[in-house]
């Protein structure tokens, strides 16, 4: 990677905008003191993200703004800008061919960074610098002061330089990073775990509550379709009924019309022939005038008897006297007749057979008194015998006319009732049907009535359960079994529905709530830890990467340390060895929990023909040249894009000098140098020469020689 150029503005002593073009591998920078030249190095290190203002020699931010002079304003802010090729793509995010860094601060203290004009955090200066060997140690920009700091820093921080310029500052931030997701993580982890514990309890609780309201859900689903269910079956059963009795009714009842007509056709009929039947003497009438002349005909018998006995009577006896066997069958005659007469019911033959007594009980008071009837009375008794058979002879001939009407009234009634009987039977016949034909319709009429009471109770049911009917089409009820077996269902169900309480659908939604968020907790929790692996695992693979680039880095380095201190010292050794941190022992030989020795670097050496082997031995010329050696082999092994040496060579002799000039020609070949310098010798191997003056302004200013210029200025001194 090539530096293009530095441009100042505002920093410090460069009050107007001053740019350095590096087109050679090596540029000089020299001036005399005081002509602000060292703040070249100091505007690099300051863009590169320097936070220390005291190896900016200054303590506040506007401390680096260009103050003014008597002849010049002061400014308001100060600004440095890198550009960088990058046509190589060192910097891989950025398809730019350069790369520009910039940095500005204003007198408020405001610090910006700048990365092709836009505003990022120094996070990300350092990120992008990590990838080049460009760290935060800045072990690239070696001033007067700090040529031997690498040499007098603790093993920690040598080994931190080393890293950085082996690049692997990139790693190092890569593991921080982890290490701080990683901390992160598991904080996270614990949050995460803490919260699950704490709604745990009551995520329980809601899910409870919302088991049993979901239960409740569940039978009321299961309700609403056992309702459906019903009414869509009971409603098709109804209609079924409706239909069948309808259907079924109407034959019946027109058999039923039919019937009745026949039966008042016949009863009418009837009631005809008994009204002309009605007409004709009935047969009682005649019995019973049959009856009284059969009655009147015993009587006059009896009285013809009597008579006719009187009248033998009176031709047998002469005495004048009455036998009483003679008085007795007169009594028992009487007697039997008052007999007879008793069982009248007629009036007339009641007071006939009182005028008969009359004369009995006269004739018989007369033979006890022994009178007898004179020759008058036996003419009497002639007389009445020939009456008596007059009547007698005219009572049984109208005894035998009305047997005989009788007979003809029989026969004719006969007739009529036969007609009668036989119609009374067809209506009895019609009756018996008519009575089979009512109770198939009061059959169809209870079932009419049956369906009257189940469409209301059905309507009841369906206002009770305040359910609407569903439009899916149901089958009747296979029998009455299965509509009390799908109700008893219901009940059951409503029952059940009861227990389950009512539903609180705030409960719900909390429950729903409070479970998602647990849900998306275990999520978390899970991505947490299986982030917490990933970190681990990429921690493992860094510190695997960081060792193993370490190792072979520092070998590498090792290998190059001693090429450049047997250049420069003419022989001798030098080797960098790896300190590993070890547990510490207190006196009684117990190792103290979490207390460790610092690990790092150490710095072994062997300075020909003066055996020294400790740091502290060297002379002030002997630890720069040994710094310097160090600083080349780190350079060289992974070369930074540029190394910035502000009089580095300061306390060198001649000879050495020359050893130095031509370290930098060797390294020239690997990497971007910019010196700053008054050595003759090292400008001399410089490609470009500027020249920094002061006028009485106060503001640096910059004169450029071409290569042959800057080597006749070399061979001239300043």
């Given amino acids: 990677m090539h530096l293009k150029s530095l441009t100042l503005s505002g920093f410090k002593s460069f009050g107007k905008t001053t740019v350095f073009e590096f087109s050679t591998p090596v540029t000089a920078i020299v001036g005399p003191n005081g002509s602000g030249k060292s703040n070249v190095a100091e505007s690099i290190r300051w863009v590169l993200g320097e936070q220390s203002m005291k190896s900016l020699r200054g303590k506040r931010g506007e401390d680096l703004i260009f103050n003014g002079s008597d002849k010049a304003a002061r400014l308001g802010r100060a600004e440095v800008k890198l550009i960088f090729d990058n046509r190589k793509k060192q910097f891989p995010q950025y398809e730019f061919d350069d790369v520009v860094i910039a940095r500005r601060v204003m007198r408020d203290g405001t610090n910006q960074y700048l990365l092709n004009g836009s505003i990022v955090r120094l996070k990300d200066i350092y990120g992008l610098l990590a990838r080049v060997g460009l760290g935060a140690t800045q072990h690239h920009i070696i001033s007067q002061g700090e040529v031997d700091r690498i040499l007098w820093a603790s093993p920690r921080d040598r080994q931190e330089m080393i890293e950085e310029a082996l690049g692997l500052k990139e790693f190092h931030l890569k593991k921080r990073e982890a290490e701080r997701k990683l901390a992160e993580t598991e904080a996270n982890v614990k949050q995460v775990e803490a919260l699950r514990r704490e709604i ?11 088991e049993k309201m979901r239960a409740h859900e569940d039978f009321r689903h299961d309700l609403n379709t056992r309702l459906d269910e019903y009414i869509g079956s009971e409603s098709a059963s109804l209609a079924e009924l409706e239909e069948g009795f309808n259907q079924e009714k109407e034959p019946f009842e027109e058999k ?7 039966i008042g056709d016949l009863t009418k009929e009837v009631h005809k022939e008994e009204a002309s039947y009605r007409e004709v003497r009935k047969d009682r009438d005649i019995k019973e005038k049959l009856s009284e002349l059969e009655e009147k005909q015993k009587v006059i018998s009896r009285e013809l008897g009597r008579v006719e006995g009187m009248l033998g009577a009176e031709k047998n006896n002469t005495s004048g006297t009455v ?16 007999d007879d007469l008793m069982g009248k019911d007629s009036f007339e033959s009641l007071k006939s057979g009182l005028k008969d007594i009359k004369v009995r009980l006269d004739a018989l008071l007369k033979l006890c008194r022994g009178e007898r009837a004179s020759g008058g009375g036996s003419r009497s008794l002639e007389e009445k015998k020939k009456v008596l058979l007059a009547e007698l002879t005219g009572t049984e001939q109208a005894i035998r006319s009305l047997q005989k009407e009788r ?21 009895r016949t019609f009756e018996h049907e008519l009575e089979a034909v009512r109770e198939k319709i009061r059959t169809i009429e209870f079932s009419e009535e049956r369906y009257q009471e189940r469409k209301k109770e059905l309507e009841i049911f369906i206002r009770d359960m305040k359910h609407e009917a569903s439009e899916k089409i149901y089958k009747p009820f296979a029998g009455e079994k299965e509509r009390q077996s799908l109700m008893r269902a219901i009940e059951r169900l409503r029952i059940k529905l009861e227990e389950a309480g009512g539903i609180d659908e705030g409960v719900v939604k909390e429950y729903e709530d409070t479970k998602k968020r647990d849900e998306f907790l275990a999520v978390e929790l899970e991505d947490l830890k299986k982030a917490t692996v990933s970190l681990g695992q990429l921690m493992a693979e860094l510190e695997g990467t960081l060792k193993d680039r370490f190792e072979r880095g520092l070998g590498n380095i090792n290998e190059q340390f001693q090429v450049f201190f047997k250049q420069i010292f003419g022989g001798g050794k030098a080797e960098l060895s790896l300190i590993k941190p070890k547990k510490i022992k207190n006196g009684e030989g117990v190792i103290l929990d979490e207390e460790m020795t610092e690990g790092g670097i150490d710095i072994q050496l062997d300075v020909p023909r003066k055996r020294l082997r400790s740091l502290d031995m060297l002379s002030g010329g002997e630890r720069a040249l040994t710094s310097i050696a160090l600083l080349f082999a780190m350079s060289a092994v992974n070369p930074p894009p540029f190394l910035v040496l502000d009089e580095t060579d300061a306390a060198l002799d001649e000879a050495n000098s020359s050893r130095y000039g031509d370290l930098l020609e060797e390294l020239a070949g690997k990497l971007q140098l910019i010196v700053i310098t008054h050595n003759r010798q090292t400008m001399g191997r410089a490609g470009a020469l500027y020249g920094v003056t002061m006028g009485g302004d106060g503001i640096s200013k910059i004169l450029s020689l071409k290569f042959e210029e800057a080597r006749e200025y070399a061979v001239e001194g300043v």
Wanted: proline letters at 4%.
């Fill in 323 to 338: 036998s009483p066997a003679e008085f007795m069958r007169e009594l028992k005659d009487a007697i039997g007749f008052v």
């Fill in 200 to 210: 745990q309890p009551h995520l329980k609780y809601l899910a409870l509550q919302t």
């Fill in 256 to 262: 039923k019309r039919e019937l009745q007509k026949a």
């Fill in 407 to 427: 007979e003809e009234e029989m026969l004719k009634r006969e007739d009529v009732l036969s007609e009668l009987r036989e119609r009374e039977q067809k209506i």
